[in-house]
C-alpha cells in the first residue's frame, strides 16, 4: 500500500495510528495526560537538581562562615 501511495512504509504507519488515535476522543485525552506527565516528570527532575544545588552551596557558605 505505502508502495502504491509512494511514501515510506513507517510513514504510513504514522498516519494509521494518528488517524486511529483521532477516531478515539478518549485515546487523544490520555496521549494529552501522558505529555503532560512527561513535562511535570522533566520539571520535577530539574527542581530535585535546583534543591541539590542550593543544599550543597548552603553547606559549603555554612562551613566558610564557621570560625
Not at 510513514?11 to 505529555?35: H, N
Amino acid at each position: 500500500m505505502a508502495k502504491d501511495v509512494g511514501v515510506n512504509h513507517e510513514t504510513l504507519r504514522t498516519w494509521v495510528r494518528d488517524a486511529d488515535q483521532a477516531a478515539r476522543p478518549e485515546a487523544v485525552e490520555a496521549s494529552a495526560m501522558e505529555k503532560e506527565n512527561r513535562q511535570l516528570r522533566a520539571w520535577v527532575k530539574e527542581l530535585e537538581l535546583e534543591r541539590e544545588i542550593l543544599r550543597r552551596a548552603a553547606k559549603y557558605f555554612a562551613a566558610e562562615t564557621s570560625w
